[in-house]
């Protein structure tokens, strides 16, 4: 690849002569053809690019010359060069061809169209050359691929043509010349777009006349049902006097069942007249029961007075119950005034139970909200969702309005669907607006369905709010639905400053949610320690359980001595349980907490108490590779063979583990070298998977070698299985049973046969001899002392 890309390289520099004699050529030529089939990926560079791909993209036409000139009689290798995809880069997937059209090179594009490139080819995504010189605005190279073979007419893979690009592009000059060349002007691409809807779309009428004389169906439609005429309709007066003329239908309705009047309602006025005068349907109704009054209403006055003056109904609904009031609602007051001074209902419904009213703060139109008020809007009419429009008010912060509601008779206690009323929602910060819905009798304590009062809510928010509500006769000990207080739902915010607040003014400190915890199990959560010294002085319980029976000192035992020390000094009890048997101490050996470990060890933690899975904080140390605290519990009395409910001692976690240190530790504290889990292993077992010092060290203390499982398998089986041929020898010479069989009737020596470890098998195979040879000379021994002596002998 190297050399080939020097050559490339060569040429685009200028360092090498215009032409090459024959010979050169071919001997390049027979040098690519060895790349070629020692691995076609010898002609790509790291870009996935061949060297004609390279010279293509740089416009190198003298190079791409000599490198199609090199390959005469390759024929095969030719094709696949002109015919490749780049297949890593900007163009990836992309040929040769489309390289040099997208460089604009139209004497490459010749040049390989000469050699054989096609000039139809698509790339993996179905564009073709065609595609890409429309989109780059490459006129000469569009020209000249045209009239020479190429595809005016080819789709993409989204069903596109080349006319559809150069629309989407802007490319007005090609369209034209597309169409004079015989593109078809009709052809949809799969979004059932023409090129007439694209022109239409950009508003360029002078190309979309051009193309209705050039064939184009005026009334052809999109996949939306919409035509050309929707989209002139929108303020065009000329062109749609134009479109008409060459036969667009004024009533042809789009899939959602709008008409082009419908279009320009949204638009001028002297459109929508043309339109009516020239046989639009003036009452026509879309899918949804929408006229081309409720389009107008949006916005557009003229309009609507002018179509209100032609007998339009005022009053009427859509599909879903929406008036022209309604929609009126969402754009200018204007229209909304004059709609109502012709007799528009200004309290009608939808069929969602929305008002005029509840549109316009929803839409946050609140010169509309104020006018409505004050011209006989019913202020407090729900929506089905149980919202009147002052809830929308206060959901938005609007208080001038709220207050505005409130003068026009709005009631200051009605409730939504969930309870809530303006008052909840203002206690999140505004007191002036809280002083002033309470002094129009706003009620304090008010409850959501969820029991939440007023001054839960205010807890989200500032103390000054708290504070005028608590002196305002607001309930400081008020519980919501799940138990909590005030207390509760600041602390759960971090508002410290105002639970002190609250204590101090009555608040129960001791009040539980239905989780049995008080604001001291939420403060502790947080870490808040100063705020927990702060609530025992003002006599919060010390010892007070969760639901979970959990206490502030399991979760100070996290991390923080000084509060564990402060706490037990306040009565806090050191041998608590959790719900799950879990103490204090099994939370800070959890953590790794060994300063709080030996602390609260020494100041009477039972170091021996098991968790409800019959754990003790040994266990949890083990687990969680707390080493040095098993150490440290081991060498202060705690009992070192003490079983879980899975039947294992810290012994077996530390083999488990291979914390052969801590193993032999454990022994040295009186850890049974023996002891056996639920499923009869012994740390010896576990030793024998690799450790010999491990294990020598254990049989020499005591350790069965022919101790069994619960699947009647030795240690000498767990060695043999696991190919660890120097601890079968230790074992063998300790003892171990070579013919001892587990519940399957296994030796060891079927164990390594069936794994394979020859040299374990073979060895095995020779003391099974050796204990057969043993016990036959036993035998014969036997035989000779009885021959001698007699029966009577062995008679004892």
Request: net charge negative.
């Amino acid at each position: 690849m190297q050399p080939a890309y020097q050559v490339t390289r060569a040429f685009l520099d200028g360092q090498l002569p215009k032409s090459l004699p024959e010979d050169t050529l071919a001997r390049y030529g027979k040098q690519i053809e060895r790349l070629w089939l020692s691995d076609q990926k010898n002609l790509y560079n790291k870009y996935g690019m061949t060297l004609l791909h390279v010279a293509a993209e740089e416009g190198a036409v003298k190079i791409i010359r000599f490198l199609l000139n090199s390959l005469k009689g390759h024929e095969t290798i030719l094709k696949f060069l002109v015919d490749d995809t780049t297949y890593y880069s900007y163009y990836k997937n992309k040929t040769t061809l489309h390289l040099a059209v997208a460089g604009g090179y139209l004497n490459v594009v010749q040049c390989l169209v000469e050699h054989g490139a096609d000039v139809n080819v698509k790339s993996n995504n179905g564009e073709t050359v065609l595609h890409w010189a429309a989109q780059e605005d490459k006129w000469d190279i569009v020209q000249w691929l045209v009239e020479h073979g190429a595809d005016v007419d080819v789709k993409s893979d989204d069903g596109e043509t080349v006319l559809h690009w150069a629309a989407q592009r802007n490319k007005w000059d090609v369209v034209q010349w597309l169409v004079e060349h015989d593109a078809d002007v009709n052809v949809k691409s799969d979004d059932g777009e023409t090129v007439l809807h694209w022109a239409a779309q950009r508003n360029k009428w002078d190309v979309v006349q051009w193309l209705v004389e050039h064939d184009a169906d005026v009334n052809v439609k999109s996949d939306d049902g919409e035509t050309v005429l929707h989209w002139a309709a929108r303020g065009n007066l000329p062109v749609v006097q134009w479109l008409v003329e060459h036969g667009a239908d004024v009533n042809v309705k789009s899939n959602n069942g709008e008409t082009v009047l419908h279009w320009a309602a949204q638009g001028n006025l002297d459109v929508v007249q043309w339109l009516v005068k020239h046989g639009a349907d003036a009452n026509v109704k879309s899918n949804n029961g929408q006229t081309v009054l409720h389009w107008a209403a949006q916005g557009n006055l003229d309009v609507v007075q002018w179509l209100g003056k032609q007998g339009a109904d005022v009053n009427v609904k859509s599909k879903y119950g929406e008036t022209v009031l309604h929609w009126a609602a969402r754009g200018n007051l204007d229209v909304v005034q004059w709609l109502v001074k012709q007799g528009a209902d200004v309290n009608v419904k939808s069929k969602y139970g929305e008002t005029v009213l509840h549109w316009a703060a929803q839409r946050n139109k609140w010169d509309v909200v104020q006018w409505l008020a004050e011209h006989s809007a019913d202020v407090n009419v729900k929506s089905d969702d149980g919202k009147t429009v002052l809830h929308w008010a206060a959901q938005r912060d609007k208080w001038d309005v709220v207050q505005l509601l409130v003068e026009h008779d709005a009631d200051v206690n009605v409730k939504n669907n969930n309870g809530e009323t303006v008052l909840h929602w203002a206690a999140r910060g505004n007191l002036d607006v809280v002083q002033w819905l309470v002094e129009h009798r706003a009620d304090v304590n008010v409850k959501s369905n969820n029991d939440e009062t007023v001054l839960h809510w205010a807890a989200r928010g500032n103390l000054d709010v708290v504070q005028w509500l608590v002196e305002h006769s607001a309930d400081v000990n008020v519980k919501c639905n799940n138990g909590q207080t005030m207390l509760h739902w600041t602390a759960q915010r971090d508002k410290w400053e105002v639970v002190q607040w609250l204590v101090e003014h009555g608040a129960n400190v001791n009040a539980t949610d239905i989780d049995g915890e008080t604001v001291l199990h939420w403060a502790a959560q947080r870490d808040k320690w100063d705020v927990v010294q702060w609530l025992v002085e003002h006599r919060a319980d010390v010892n007070v359980k969760s639901n979970n029976d959990e206490t502030v000192l399991h979760w100070a035992a996290r991390g923080n001595l000084d509060v564990i020390q402060w706490l037990v000094k306040q009565g806090a009890d050191v041998n608590v349980k959790s719900k799950y048997g879990e103490t204090v101490l099994h939370w800070a050996a959890q953590e790794d907490k060994w300063d709080i470990v030996q602390w609260l060890v020494e100041h009477g933690a039972d170091v021996d108490v098991k968790s409800d899975d019959g754990e003790t904080v040994l266990h949890w140390a083990a687990q969680r590779n707390k080493w040095d605290v098993v150490q440290w519990l081991a060498e202060h009395s705690a009992d070192v063979n003490v079983k879980s409910d899975d039947g294992e001692t810290v012994l077996h976690w530390a083999a488990q583990r291979d914390k052969w240190d801590v193993v032999q530790l454990l022994v040295e504290h009186d850890a049974d070298v023996n002891v056996k889990n639920n499923n009869g292993e012994t740390v010896l077992h576990w030793a024998a998977r690799g450790n010999l010092d491990v294990v020598q060290w254990l049989v020499k203390h005591g350790a069965d070698v022919n101790v069994k499982s619960k699947y009647g398998e030795t240690v000498l089986h767990w060695a043999a299985q696991r190919n660890k041929w120097d601890v079968v020898q230790l074992l063998v010479k300790h003892g171990a049973d070579v013919n001892a069989t587990d519940i399957d009737g296994k030796t060891p020596l079927n164990l390594a046969e069936e794994w394979r470890h020859e040299k374990i098998t073979e060895y095995l195979k020779k003391k099974i001899v050796e204990s057969v040879w043993q016990v036959s000379n036993e035998s014969t021994a036997m035989a000779d002392v009885s021959i001698v002596n007699g029966p009577e002998y062995f008679a004892d």
